[in-house]
């Protein structure tokens, strides 16, 4: 893309997606396994844990993961595939990217090849398992100790 289109403004610093997410992120049982940890190394584990289960699920939504002082990911090697392909796909129902990216293609849409959101999600869950969103998760693994009810 950078070939292309000029340096993509997704990178460290930028955490305006995070900052505006357009619905709850969703995650499968083994995303969840590797967030679940890295959650519980921070020292607000428990604040945090709270925070994502008020999540609201009407837009704009803050990421409760985003350390809102430096905007960087708190748990970013541990972050699910929504938060890794966010910026990058486009849907039939829109492109899924913030207005900084909207700005840096200025009118150059169309000149651009973006991934399927979809089929990535699809795809996920084909390999990963079926995804819930990541409140009901947190609330399930809190309550039960598990991803599921079964």
Known sequence: MERSHGA????????????????????????????????????DAQEILDRIERLSPLPPIVCPLLDRDTGQCRVYE???????????????????????????????????????????????DQRLGPSIDLVTAVRRRRRTGRFTDV
């Open 8 to 43: 993509w403004p997704c990178r460290a610093g930028c955490d305006a997606c995070c900052r505006s997410l357009g619905a709850i992120p969703s995650v499968t049982e083994a995303e969840l396994e590797l967030l679940w940890p890295a959650i519980h190394t921070l020292p």
């Open 78 to 124: 541990a972050r699910p595939i929504a938060c890794r392909t966010y910026g990058f796909y486009g849907g039939r129902d829109g492109d899924y990217w913030c207005d900084r990216v909207t700005q840096h293609l200025e009118g150059r849409r169309d000149t651009l090849i973006a991934g399927n959101q979809v089929a990535v999600d699809r795809e996920r």
